[in-house]
C-alpha cells in the first residue's frame, strides 16, 4: 500500500508564501517522480513540476519563476515552495509520484492539499 500524505495548503494573502510537503510511504515502492499538479474549480488538472530522483526537473515555462520544487529523496518527500501568489493559484494541489512496485510501474496521487489566494 502505497499512501502520499500532503501538507501545508491553506488561506493565504496575494503576495504571501506557502510551501507545500508530501511525504509517500509504502514498503517496495521504489520512486522515480514525485511532484506537483493543480487542479482549480472548473478547470483541468495541470502539471506545476516533476522531479526525478537524480534531480531533473519538468516544469512548464508558466509555472517557472514562482514555484520551486525540492526532493528529500532519503525521506521521500516532495516540496513545493510556492511565492508571490496570486488569486489565480488558488487550486486544489495533487502530489503524485511515479516509481516502480517489482517490475511495475505504478503512479500514485495524494488527496490533495487546498491553496487559497485571497485578501
Known amino acids: 500500500q502505497v499512501q502520499l500524505v500532503e501538507s501545508g495548503g491553506g488561506l493565504v494573502q496575494p503576495g504571501g508564501s506557502l510551501r507545500l510537503s508530501c511525504v509517500a510511504s509504502?514498503?517496495?515502492?521504489?520512486?522515480?517522480?514525485m511532484g506537483w499538479y493543480r487542479q482549480a474549480p472548473g478547470k483541468e488538472r495541470e502539471l506545476v513540476a516533476i522531479?526525478?530522483?537524480?534531480?531533473?526537473?519538468n516544469q512548464p515555462d508558466s509555472m517557472k519563476g514562482r514555484f520551486t520544487i525540492s526532493r528529500d529523496n532519503a525521506k521521500n518527500t516532495v516540496y513545493l515552495q510556492m511565492n508571490s501568489l496570486e488569486p489565480e493559484d488558488t487550486a486544489v494541489y495533487y502530489c503524485n509520484a511515479g516509481g516502480y512496485i517489482g517490475t511495475t510501474l505504478r503512479y500514485y496521487w495524494g488527496q490533495g492539499t487546498q491553496v487559497t489566494v485571497s485578501s
Open positions: 509504502g514498503s517496495d515502492f521504489s520512486i522515480y517522480g
Open positions: 522531479m526525478s530522483n537524480v534531480g531533473s526537473t
